[in-house]
């Protein structure tokens, strides 16, 4: 069905485009010193990470490769669904391989111990996760992670590759979004 508006009501900006960018900057540094001397391997979770993981890896600066799987937890919905499904596969054996785990936003934590259990059996060298938001107050799976950007407050929000229903996902701040409201 063809779309005049955007789904939802966009609400107040909480993290701005800048800001973003200069935390963005400092995760890649802190990659860059990690990784010193290795070749890792990002892999963008789509599609909401494709933006973050673009910034990410270009800000780490590091011999490297970048990669993108695709899961699927929401559905067309605001509201998890609790089922996680892989919908696009790596196109790269991952096998003895540094791999860093680009993801946008950790919820339940349930996309992540999804990634954490099915990466695992592909044995890479090392796995780690790096997450542009984190929902503290939401987590019902615990999971590690060894980057953070953002502790957010239990809002739904858009932008920098963050949708609802596939909008939003192009702004550059990252903003609330009342998904009930009419446009
Ligand atoms: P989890 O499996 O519950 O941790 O959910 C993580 C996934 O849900 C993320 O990869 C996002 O795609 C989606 N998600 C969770 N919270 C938000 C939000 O506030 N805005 C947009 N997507 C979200
Ligand atoms: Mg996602």
Redesign the pocket.
Known sequence: MERREPPGRLGRVLIAGQEVATRVADLGLVIRRDYAGRFPLFVG?LK??FVFAADLFRAAALPSNLDFMG?S??GGS?R?SGI?RLTADLSVSIEGRDVIIV??????????AYLRRNLATRHPRSLAFCVLLD?VA?REVEVAVDYVGFAIPD????GYG???DGYYRNLRDVAVLDPSAPA
């Open positions: 979770v909401g990470a899961v937890s929401y605001a998890p996680v993801e946008d936003i950790i919820d339940t934590g349930r996309t992540i929902k939401r809002e739904f929000v858009v963050l949708d609802h």
